[in-house]
């Protein structure tokens, strides 16, 4: 069970910014491992100089995140089995995001647009006040809930090609949030996130192409949550509020 | 490169669409069936005030709309933005409009070319 | 040498922070709060801001006292007999007390939406060891909306933001009688940086990961307390490291091995066992697999020890009996965290081991978190005191955010009596810098064996079960272990994102902390709480309880030493509570542990 | 070659529906000169008309009205999708919208041939 069954051919991308090439190492296979263990691997025992990003190692933090075969997963928590259909491994830095060596992003993009779409809580009431009570079936707490799970890992930001298009595009997470803030009863700047949400970069750039629902680990939906935007922001439009 | 405006005018303009491009695949269907000519084009739509705004009011929604969604799309393909970007919506809306009103008004108002 | 020394950066700020967890985080937001209008205000990470370090991590939840019978006078009993008499009672108090504040603060200023009851008012479960339904949380995600929430008001704020920066040196004044600033590396480029600042806080988490299972994140390698140690401070109850029965056993070449299985597995019903198929836990205890965590983590080792052990050496969790489907609908997170790794929990038999989960010692403070130089401030798992020798779940994150707002509101004030930045003893600058290119003057060795003969020291001699021969024999050969590490290099290639340059870096760390770990363990000579000694089983006098204190001296050698704990709220067979008060308010108290009880962690 | 990223059915969707913009908006300034040929030279637009008489043209036609079903019945499933209540049958949805594309057109196919 602990011996491994054979060895595996990994490629993975090595390089500066925005240069680099793929490189291919073989890593002995085990029956319980991650991409993430793979990648460590390499690390730890075939080419020290391997840079990538982990924190948690159980998908809670989002640091992990990687292009897999080509498409954006979380590595810590994605079986090789689950991705080695050809057997072929293909590890590249997370899409849409400046590489800063082998398979490390720099996120701070993802986050920046985080705040650029008012994404932060805008407070009610402070430490002073009683919390306030929300029933846990109220209709807008269940909108807020769906989406409230993010753990900010931009997997869906690299599924989205209108990201990859659409520089000032704010992106599926930062929406999401922004739509998780519209629904809290207790956030008092409902009107400057709609107003965040509805320039150049908004809600109204994106054009449903779904990757972002489709590869989020969370199981989130950011596709509905934007939806919700553009309904929200239609609705105030018609009403002459934007 | 929308903002809730743009979109809400995309938006408007294919609902606007939807069922005049509906009508007329509907007609050229009934149309054809008997084989298509200048003539009997021009016999349904010579002078008639009705054809006339129908035809209008998709000339003026379709030019509006696929400016505004080619803009998108060369933005996204292209990251042109900018002035650039304006000009080349306002191109290709005023385009359109031309060429299509060019279009409407030779089968319905205008006689036809001097024989 | 001046070549060292102009290599590296200089930059100045006013109030620096090292750490993005709970601790860290609130800090920056008090600060920013208190300090007066144009102080500056860094936060520098070895991660990545609030995505690092375990408040995120925190699955169960948080303990506040909020009223419907439970008192801040209730949590801090519990708080203090969890701890078995040894924690800071005036930490411990203003700990229950601040819960209180902050718990409002998270919810109505930072923005977090934690679960409700049915009226709206806040969901409060009860955790193993708690005498009120007192766990506030947000489903068994809980860190996850702490953090993120904290990390976005950060974010949002003029604070300046130095990621991936790892602090390796305190550095203090040449007279050494304050702290002048904390030297750094740059982690993305490589270059050194040192910073000034007029106060410190060290927020850095501890993280007992030199054990061969643990559950802290990857990003916790003691770097603080050896920092401090290295500084001349004190720290106390190193000894005291909690283990969580069950972290996830699936092989050393996985780093999935030691993450945690919530208890509330064993609480709804699981099954421990045995590699021989057969149930054990009531061998060890009546309550059987409901057993508190250290009993239960104690009768897994000793399993393990009898060679009754599964195929990796741990034992076997079993919920297959409960029904698949049952527990697929109510472990629903687990199950599929699991699955994704190639575990089938429903309906199969998972191996579990007992995981260094969380480090009850620390740099010894006052309750406004000044440690003892001027301007340095420690909070959070840095900071010792506030648990004793174990600590409550849910507690954790309560003491980092409780602590963290308190540091920042005490440097916010503190600036305005240091009106200079000051100069760091060059000297010790230059000492760190060299002592941290050490490796790359030695040829380049795999170090993922070396940090696994540390970790296989610490599990084998200073873990769940202790005795004074194996921690001495332990120590030896983390000695040999240390000189190893001295002497292994680090390939010069690229000092840029240069991970294994890190690993070398975290293995000094831990091995400074672990020899530290051993001698408290040795110093020790009873059981209490997280520490078990088989060869001094028993709790000692309770009325005389002494915690463990080390320093280490200009010399360089660790001194260790016995200090008597001040009851200053409260001695060992009294109450602050009221004559009449029941023993307990939760309807189902433990060992029958509830399904509210279910990521208790 | 499809990335892998863009293998899932609403992207696919999406594609369907940006090209069918892109040809409807090449198309329709052709579709437009060739009205206005009724303007200025009825010969040629007569000409024109009965070069549409091959079957070639036919079909062409025929994915014309595709495109154009393509694109609507794709546009109006977006317009519900962003307005009307949300269901969890977006793919379904996209492919229902597609098989509609489909029905019309073929429909036309038959009517004209
Ligand atoms: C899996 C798990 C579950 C838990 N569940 C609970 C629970 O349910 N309830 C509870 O109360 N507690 C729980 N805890 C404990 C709790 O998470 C911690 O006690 C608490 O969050 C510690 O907060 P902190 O701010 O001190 O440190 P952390 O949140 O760990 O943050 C430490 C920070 O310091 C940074 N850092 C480290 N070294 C350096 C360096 N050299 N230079 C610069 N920065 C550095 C790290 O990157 C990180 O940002 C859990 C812990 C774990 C591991
Ligand atoms: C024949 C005329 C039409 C032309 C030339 C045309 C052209 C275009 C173009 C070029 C786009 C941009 C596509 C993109 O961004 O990917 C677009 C988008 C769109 N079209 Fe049309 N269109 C036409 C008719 C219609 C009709 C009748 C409808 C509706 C019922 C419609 C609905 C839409 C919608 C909703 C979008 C937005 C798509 C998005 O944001 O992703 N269009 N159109
Ligand atoms: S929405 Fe999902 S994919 Fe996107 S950042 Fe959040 S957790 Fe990650
Ligand atoms: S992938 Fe992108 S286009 Fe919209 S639905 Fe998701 S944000
Ligand atoms: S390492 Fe934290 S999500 Fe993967």
């Known amino acids: 069970m602990n011996s491994p069954i054979k060895t595996r051919h990994v490629a993975v991308w090595r390089g500066e910014g925005e240069i680099g090439h793929f490189e291919t190492y073989d890593v002995p296979a085990y029956d319980n491992q991650t991409v ?29 995140a990687m292009m897999v075969n080509g498409e954006p997963r979380w590595t810590c928590r994605t079986h090789v089995n689950k991705v080695v259909g050809q057997d072929v491994l293909e590890i590249a830095p997370l899409r849409n995001l400046p590489v800063i060596k082998d398979l490390a992003t720099n996120m701070d993009p993802f986050f920046e647009k985080w705040v650029k779409a008012e994404a ?48 000032d595009y704010l992106g599926p997470a930062a929406l999401q949030r922004a739509w998780t803030l519209y629904n809290d009863a ?18 109204h750039n994106c054009h449903a192409q779904g990757g972002c629902s489709h590869y989020c680990p969370s199981e989130l939906n950011p596709m509905q949550a934007i939806a919700g935007l553009k309904q929200a922001a239609t609705r105030a439009l018609l009403k002459g509020k934007l | 490169m929308l903002t809730v405006r743009l979109y809400m005018l995309q938006r408007v303009t294919a609902l606007l669409m939807a069922p005049l491009v509906v009508g007329h695949i509907g007609v050229m269907i009934y149309a054809v069936q008997g084989g298509l000519s200048a003539a009997e084009i021009l016999g349904r739509t010579q002078g008639s005030v009705f054809w006339f705004s129908f035809y209008g009011l998709f000339v003026l929604a379709v030019s509006v709309h ?50 | ?29 008090h600060a920013q709060q208190t300090a007066p209008a144009g102080t500056k205000i860094s936060l520098a990470v070895k991660g990545l801001i609030g995505k690092s370090g375990c408040t995120r991590m925190v699955q169960g939840g948080y303990n506040v006292a909020l009223g419907g019978g ?181 092989g050393e070449h996985t780093r999935m091995t030691g993450t945690v299985l919530e208890e509330g597995l064993r609480g709804a019903g699981g099954h421990l066992l045995n590699g021989g198929d057969r149930r054990f836990m009531y061998d060890y205890d009546s309550s059987g697999e409901r057993a508190t965590r250290d009993v239960v983590s104690r009768a897994i080792y000793a399993e393990m020890r009898k060679s009754n052990a599964s195929p990796n050496g741990g034992v076997f969790i079993s919920m297959a009996h409960l029904g698949p489907e049952h527990v697929r609908t109510q472990f629903k997170g687990m199950v599929k965290r699991c699955a994704d790794s190639g575990f089938d ?57 409780v602590y963290g707002g308190i540091a920042g509101d005490v440097m916010g004030r503190d600036i305005q009596k240091f009106s200079q930045l000051r100069d760091p003893d060059n000297e010790v600058l230059e000492q760190e810098i060299a002592a941290a290119l050490l490796p790359f003057s030695f040829p380049s060795v795999p170090l993922q064996p070396i940090r696994q003969t540390l970790q296989n020291i610490m599990w084998d001699h200073v873990g769940v079960l202790r005795t004074q021969a194996g921690m001495e024999a332990g120590l030896e050969k983390l000695d040999d272990l240390s000189v190893e590490v001295m002497a292994s290099g680090v390939s010069q290639d690229s000092r840029a994102f240069n991970l294994t340059w890190h690993d070398w870096l975290n293995l000094r760390s831990l091995c400074d902390v672990s020899h530290v770990i051993a001698k408290a363990g040795i110093a020790r000579e009873n059981s209490r709480g997280a520490h078990f000694r088989e060869d001094f089983p028993d709790v000692g006098d309770l009325q005389n ?41 939760v309807a189902s108290p433990p060992p029958q542990m509830t399904e509210a009880s279910a990521s208790q962690i | 070659m499809i990335r892998p990223h863009r293998r899932h059915p609403l992207f696919l969707a999406f594609l369907l529906h940006r090209t069918s913009g892109i040809l409807l908006a090449l198309f329709l300034p052709v579709h437009f000169w060739v009205l206005s040929l009724a303007l200025t030279d009825a010969a040629a637009f007569d000409e024109f008309i009965r070069f549409t008489d091959l079957a070639v043209v036919k079909l062409a036609e025929g994915m014309l009205v595709f495109l154009l079903a393509v694109h609507i019945f794709g546009g109006l499933r977006l317009m519900a999708l962003e307005w009307l209540p949300w269901t969890a049958m977006q793919k379904q949805l996209a492919a229902g919208a597609i098989a509609l594309s489909c029905f019309v057109s073929i429909t036309f196919l038959l009517q004209v041939i």
């Open chain 1, 36 to 64: 993430l263990d793979v990648v460590s691997h390499i690390q730890h025992y075939i080419d020290p100089s391997l840079s990538y990003r982990f924190a948690c190692r159980v998908g809670m933090c989002g640091s992990c």
């Open chain 1, 120 to 167: 932060v809580h805008h407070s009610s009431s402070s430490r002073d006040d009683d919390m306030t009570a929300v029933l846990p079936n109220d209709a807008e707490r269940k909108k807020a809930d769906a989406g409230i799970e993010c753990i900010n890992c931009a997997v869906c930001y690299a599924a989205c090609d209108t990201v990859a298009g659409n520089a």
């Open chain 1, 186 to 203: 207790r956030d008092a700047g409902k009107q400057t996130i709609l107003e965040a949400v509805s320039g150049v970069g908004g809600c």
């Open chain 2, 66 to 115: 696929a400016a505004i969604g080619l803009r998108t799309i060369l933005h996204e393909v292209t990251g042109l933005s900018g002035r650039l970007l304006m000009f080349f919506t306002w191109g290709t809306a005023l385009s359109l409009c031309v060429l299509g009103m060019r279009a409407i008004l030779a089968v319905t108002f205008l006689v036809r070319g001097v024989s």
């Open chain 3, 1 to 29: 040498m001046t070549t060292l020394l102009e290599s590296c950066e200089r930059h100045d700020t006013d109030i620096l922070i090292l750490g993005s967890g709970g601790a860290g985080l609130f800090a920056a937001l």
């Open chain 3, 70 to 250: 439970d008192t801040v006078e209730r949590h801090f009993m519990d708080t203090v007999i969890g701890g078995k008499w040894l924690p800071d009672q005036d930490m411990a108090w203003r700990l229950c007390e601040q819960a209180v504040v902050r718990i409002r603060e998270l919810e109505n200023e930072v923005g977090c939406f934690f679960d409700r009851n049915a009226d709206g008012s806040l969901h409060q479960k009860a955790f193993a060891g708690q005498t009120a339904d007192r766990t506030v949380h947000k489903g068994d995600l809980t860190g996850i909306e702490i953090i993120s929430r904290l990390m976005e008001q950060v974010l949002s704020q003029p604070i300046e933001k130095l990621q991936e920066h790892r602090a390796i040196a305190f550095v203090p004044t040449k007279d050494k009688s304050a702290l002048a600033g904390v030297l750094f590396i740059d982690m993305r480029s490589g270059g050194f940086r040192f910073v000034r600042a007029k106060t410190v806080l060290m927020a850095t988490g501890g993280g007992p990961t030199m054990y061969k299972y643990h559950t802290p994140s990857g990003d916790k390698t003691m770097d603080g307390l050896s920092m401090a140690l290295r500084l001349g401070l004190e720290v106390r109850d190193m000894e005291m490291v909690q283990f969580h029965p069950t972290g996830l056993l699936a």
């Open chain 3, 345 to 401: 929990l429903a309906a199969g038999k998972v191996e579990v081991v007992p995981t260094a989960h969380y480090f009850m010692g620390g740099v010894i403070v006052d309750t406004d978190t000044r440690a003892g130089i001027e301007g340095l401030y420690v909070a959070g798992e840095d900071a010792g005191g506030a648990h004793g020798s174990n600590r409550l779940g849910g507690n954790g994150v309560a003491n980092s955010t």
């Open chain 3, 545 to 585: 309880s002494y915690f463990t204190v080390a320093k280490k001296t200009e010399g360089g050698s660790l001194e260790l030493s016995r200090r008597d704990v001040a009851f200053t709220i409260v001695s060992p067979g009294e109450t602050i509570l009221p004559e009449d008060a029941p023993t307990t308010l």
